[in-house]
């Protein structure tokens, strides 16, 4: 498929997280927009890996590994995506347990 | 149009109306079912692409643990529909209208780019495959992926510590 499809989708993705973002106020529901444009990103990365592929691979050489680090880059992002996941929602959980909601418009202070 | 295409234009429409339907849905346990729906259309992207290791590490990862933490904690916090805090529309409609005014510059900025005629291979070459990817993992990253090991040992501590009760 041409690389501008997939760069227009993961764009599309991506605002639909910044969207989502914007206007919601629950923070379970914010943390999975962002999850949302760490997914829109990775897709990016790994079809510019295949780009990259098809590049040297129709430049000549047939067993070249060109793109692999894309990937391995994706595979980072998860292992961080995951930390944080487990960071993040042990920081709700905390919050919940504080004032019992999980509006963000209760935490525009930082404290209460 | 041959099956592939009509494979891309599938998933990605499944993925577009999944992500649509996180940010509108009124109930969180309804957005993560979406984003779970969203999360496999983009493995079926990478299936596509060849990039099986990705494809089964973000099911189990992203669709298995991440979504499954979400649900949890949602239904531990025993949130529903009734709960859900609601922001003003007018903040809705501007929150909305920014987010497509960054798509409109985004796609406007993207839309000649000079990769214009490139394109990315599908179903064919091997440097998704686990073989080429662990190769490349246990000697060029093995820096990288045992950091990352002590970042998801901090981020247990970090857990345990912060979740636990006074």
Request: charged share 10%.
């Amino acid at each position: 498929m041409p690389i501008n499809y997939y760069i227009f989708l993961s764009i599309a993705l991506f605002c639909i997280g910044i969207t989502g973002v914007l206007t919601r106020r629950n923070a379970i529901i914010i943390f999975m927009c962002i999850e949302l444009m760490l997914n829109a990103v990775n897709l990016l990365l790994v079809a510019f890996s295949k780009m990259h592929f098809r590049v040297a691979a129709e430049a000549g050489n047939i067993n070249t590994t060109a793109g692999t680090d894309g990937q391995l880059f994706v595979f980072f992002i998860m292992v961080v995506a995951a930390a944080e996941v487990s960071v993040g929602l042990a920081i709700i959980v905390m919050m919940y347990r504080n004032i019992h909601s999980v509006d963000v418009n209760f935490l525009n202070r930082l404290k209460h | 149009m041959n099956i592939t295409q009509i494979l891309f234009w599938l998933l990605s429409v499944m993925a577009l109306f999944g992500a649509m339907m996180v940010i509108t849905s009124k109930n969180p346990v309804y957005s993560v079912l979406w984003l779970i729906l969203t999360f496999f259309s983009i493995s079926g992207h990478y299936i596509l692409l060849n990039a099986q290791f990705l494809a089964i590490v973000n099911i189990i990862v992203y669709a298995g643990a991440i979504m499954v933490l979400f649900l949890f904690v949602i239904m531990l916090m025993n949130l529903n529909k009734n709960t859900e805090p609601q922001k003003h529309r007018w903040v809705k409609f501007i929150g909305a209208i920014a987010g497509g005014c960054l798509l409109l510059v985004l796609v406007a900025a993207l839309r000649n780019t000079e990769v214009k005629g490139q394109s990315a291979l599908l179903n064919q070459g091997n440097i998704g495959l686990i073989q080429n990817l662990g190769k490349e993992l246990f000697s060029t990253y093995v820096v990288p992926f045992e950091i990352s090991s002590i970042l998801f040992l901090s981020a247990m501590v970090g857990a345990v510590v912060i979740g636990r009760k006074e």
